[in-house]
Antibody, heavy 114, light 107 residues
Framework: EVQLVESGGGLVKPGGSLRLSCAAS????????MNWVRQAPGKGLEWVSS???????YYADSVKGRFTVSRDNAKNSLYLLMNSLRAEDTAVYYC????????WGQGTLVTVSS | DVQMTQSPSTLSASVGDRVTITCRAS??????LAWYQQKPGKAPKLLIY???SLESGVPSRFSGSASGTEFTFTISSLQPDDFATYYC?????????FGQGTKVEIK
């Protein structure tokens, strides 16, 4: 069974940093592109970043230069290092991937507030 | 980037009604489109993938179809548990995009 479990969320002050993790199981992690998607309170879904199986990386303009995505195939894990956090980064962050269909984790809440 | 235009943004309907939501892609995405249902405080739940494939365990009253760059999601007979927000998502490119969402409300 495919499982994606996010962790690392919490309360952080504006300008601070946080590192999210996504532990994957039940599929061959190294062969799939992985993604981060977020949802601000009361808002829609926003794609944040993708990292391919070959480690090509893509970012949304809203996080470019502040967020860094990475993966560790030996640990079946996906990461998102978030620097220079802003209030507007407050959201639930999900990791997800697609094959024919889509698989999502349950999300981890990041709150940026003083 | 591919833009996804979803309509309507809000829909008021009654139990038993047929409900249709549309997403239009700004360019070809083949059939790489998914539909999700989301309830408050919960992760999105996959209902339809590859435009028209029903996710395992999802009731058959949910369906999806495609015509070129226009995608349609239908609930054939709205049930009380179906009042929620629905999103489309394209996954043809590495840069995923989502529709703005459709909130299905009780009429």
């Amino acid at each position: 069974e495919v499982q994606l479990v996010e962790s690392g969320g919490g309360l952080v002050k504006p300008g601070g940093s946080l590192r999210l993790s996504c532990a994957a199981s039940g599929f061959t992690f190294s062969t799939y592109s992985m993604n981060w998607v977020r949802q601000a309170p009361g808002k829609g879904l926003e794609w944040v970043s993708s990292i391919t199986s070959s480690s090509y990386i893509y970012y949304a303009d809203s996080v470019k230069g502040r967020f860094t995505v990475s993966r560790d195939n030996a640990k079946n894990s996906l990461y998102l290092l978030m620097n220079s956090l802003r209030a507007e980064d407050t959201a639930v962050y999900y990791c997800a991937f697609t094959s024919q269909r889509a698989y999502w984790g349950q999300g981890t809440l990041v709150t940026v507030s003083s | 980037d591919v833009q996804m235009t979803q309509s309507p943004s809000t829909l008021s309907a009654s139990v038993g009604d047929r409900v249709t939501i549309t997403c239009r892609a700004s360019q070809s995405i083949s059939s790489w489109l998914a539909w999700y249902q989301q309830k408050p405080g919960k992760a999105p739940k996959l209902l339809i993938y590859k435009a028209s494939s029903l996710e395992s365990g999802v009731p058959s009253r949910f369906s999806g179809s495609a015509s070129g760059t226009e995608f349609t999601f239908t609930i054939s007979s709205l049930q009380p548990d179906d009042f929620a927000t629905y999103y489309c998502q394209q996954y043809n490119s590495y840069l995923w995009t989502f529709g703005q969402g459709t909130k299905v409300e009780i009429k």
